[in-house]
């Protein structure tokens, strides 16, 4: 960008500011949502898919199966047993062996099986 592009840039939003067009906006005050996190490769789909409020079944499978894991301990925590951790658990290996086997719509998966061993622990501490 030049600088007089920059410069044509900034009058306008001097003026905007003028006219009190930045105030009282959503989230004025507040921190930035997500601020501190590690961003991932794809953070701007999740961002827009949860603005959009996009729900799983709209996705392609690899980004379904991603957005899975990232939720799975809320989604374990809502099951009453370990028999239904363990079968939440074995389900989900499943979909994500055939996913690393053949070919998936979506960006490549960035994960692997999940400790089935590991994650029943997990669960027990979250419930303790």
Same mark, same amino acid.
């Given at each position: 960008?030049?600088?007089?592009?920059?410069?044509?840039?900034?009058?306008?939003?001097?003026?905007?500011?003028?006219?009190?067009?930045?105030?009282?906006?959503?989230?004025?005050?507040?921190?930035?949502?997500?601020?501190?996190?590690?961003?991932?490769?794809? =953070? =701007?789909?999740?961002?827009?898919?949860?603005?959009?409020?996009?729900?799983?079944?709209?996705?392609?499978?690899?980004?379904?199966?991603?957005?899975?894991?990232?939720?799975?301990?809320?989604?374990?925590?809502?099951?009453? #047993?370990?028999?239904?951790?363990?079968?939440?658990? #074995?389900?989900?290996?499943?979909?994500?062996?055939?996913? +690393?086997?053949?070919?998936? #719509?979506?960006?490549? +998966?960035?994960?692997?099986?999940?400790?089935? #061993?590991?994650?029943?622990?997990?669960?027990?501490?979250?419930?303790?």
């Amino acid at each position: 960008m030049s600088d007089r592009q920059a410069r044509g840039v900034d009058r306008q939003i001097q003026e905007a500011e003028a006219r009190g067009e930045f105030k009282n906006l959503p989230g004025a005050g507040k921190p930035l949502p997500g601020i501190g996190k590690p961003l991932h490769e794809d =953070w =701007w789909l999740h961002q827009q898919s949860t603005r959009e409020n996009i729900g799983l079944d709209a996705l392609p499978p690899g980004l379904k199966l991603a957005r899975e894991v990232e939720q799975l301990p809320a989604t374990l925590d809502a099951l009453k #047993d370990e028999a239904a951790v363990r079968a939440a658990l #074995d389900e989900l290996n499943v979909r994500i062996r055939k996913a +690393l086997i053949g070919p998936i #719509d979506g960006p490549p +998966l960035r994960f692997g099986l999940r400790d089935v #061993d590991a994650e029943v622990r997990a669960w027990r501490e979250r419930r303790a």
